[in-house]
């Protein structure tokens, strides 16, 4: 059974090896990435999909919800960052301070490539080192074996080289901004370590230097290491140099068997054992160009060792040139979709945000139409995001919609810059509003959101003023 599994392997040795990097490419772009396609193909498919399957849940949660319709919001959100204006500012300031503004995390496509190239120059090598490993072996455990040790090397060169080359920048940032330090000796190295979450103004007093060290340095005595490209380089020299010294071992093993004197037989067919005995061994004779094939060889070999060589170094420069040194520089990269202004990280989410308000409703619509009395939902996707994330009436803020003082307009109802403190005006003037008339005069001279708004903040305050009743009255039995 093994022999007939390895020989199927053998047999369609390709085919499962597309397979398997098909596997783990798309493993790797679904975690690197949380497509979110993939959540709404799962509630969009017919019959089977979760909003079919939640048409017919009526539970309520606490806070006025449907645990259907926070099931989905929960699922869609975790897509959508959906930064704040004054949040998205901090974010991008963090990255412009350690020098990460318009740097990228390495591109999917980049490994894939890197892995190809690493894998192809391993595949040659392996199947060397793979043969001399099981020369009592037969073909199906020789390719299996060799199998095993491309995979084995390309990702370990993948990882060692890019990990180089990262740890390459980031220790001669630090040591520049060590330097810049030395000059102003004035100062400490780092004033304080500075977290994402906080205001990136706390060390405004601070010089350039010390601003950068606060958010890539570990510590004040952090002045980065390159232990890991000495590793790198030396793991590269011994493949390297190891995969052309069996070579050309190789090479002349092969030279030797194929020059090696050949004994008469004429001997011991006349003369038997004597005759045999007598006959002097027949020198091979020199097979003419067998000198330029062995030094076309050599300088083959030569070359794909400096063809390793250069690949290897590649890949380091890959890793010098993506990725952050911030310590939180990769999460506020993520947070912002790398987008340069508030008004393009916006669009890149709108799309999304406006596909789940379409789920969310066509949700609504099949619970409706399910239900034995009438249902009225006043929520939506973005009341969801501002509840469950505990922004501020600023969240979720539209640069391009006019009421926002953007630069165009595209109709969707968003809230206006400190639209909580508007809220509170126009709150506060209904209370003093001495007749229904004015009351109605004043709703009427606000927009359609505004107006939601208020009414809003104005059921809160109706509700929680009969719970307090309710709460007295209660205590009043005992």
Known sequence: MLDYILG???????????????????????????????????????????????????????????????????????????LSRAEFE???????????????????????????????????????????????????????????????????LLWLTHAAGHQLYRPSLLRKLFREHQVDNSREFTSRTVKLNEPQSIDDDQPDHVQAANRIAAGPGDRGSYSMVWVAMAFILVVAIGSTVLRIETLNSIEQEAAAPAASIFGA??????????????????????EARHNAALTGFTLLGA????????????????????????EAHRATEGAADYASYWARIQAMIDIANLRLQKLHQKLEA?????????????????????????????????????????????????????????????DKAPTNAAKLEILEGLDDRMQDLVEERLRARTAAGRREQLRTRFAGLY
Not at 62 to 78: I, P, S
Not at 277 to 288: C, G
Not at 316 to 321: A, F, H, L
């Open 8 to 82: 199927t392997i053998a047999e369609h040795r390709w085919l499962f090896a597309g397979v398997i990097l098909a596997g783990l490419a798309a493993w790797v772009i679904i975690r690197r990435h949380q497509l979110f396609w993939v959540t709404d193909l799962a509630y969009t498919v017919p019959v089977i999909g979760r909003i079919s399957r939640f048409s017919s849940d009526y539970a309520k949660a606490h806070d006025g919800w449907l645990n259907v319709e926070k099931t989905l919001c929960r699922d869609y959100a975790k897509h959508v960052p959906a």
């Open 90 to 156: 901090n974010h991008a300031e963090y990255l412009r301070r350690t020098y990460d503004h318009g740097r990228k995390p390495l591109p999917f496509a980049i490994v894939a490539l890197l892995a190809v190239l690493i894998g192809l120059e391993a595949l040659g090598f392996s199947y060397l080192l793979g043969s001399l490993m099981a020369l009592e072996g037969s073909e199906n455990t020789r390719t299996l074996l060799m199998i095993a040790v491309v995979t084995v090397l390309a990702i370990v």
């Open 269 to 290: 067919v006349e003369g038997g054992a004597e005759g045999e005995a007598a006959a002097p061994p027949v020198a091979a004779t020199p097979e003419p160009g067998a």
């Open 307 to 330: 063809i390793f060589l250069v690949t290897q170094f590649i890949g380091m420069r890959v890793g010098y040139s993506y990725g952050f040194v911030g310590l939180q520089s990769a």
């Open 370 to 430: 399910g239900a034995h009395r009438p249902l009225e939902f006043h929520k939506s996707f973005v009341d969801f995001l501002r509840e469950e994330r505990g922004r501020s009436s600023e969240y979720m803020l539209d640069p391009a919609d006019p009421g926002t003082g953007g630069p165009g307009g595209r109709g969707r109802p968003t809230l206006v810059p400190n639209a909580a403190e508007a809220v509170d005006r126009a709150v506060e003037a209904l």
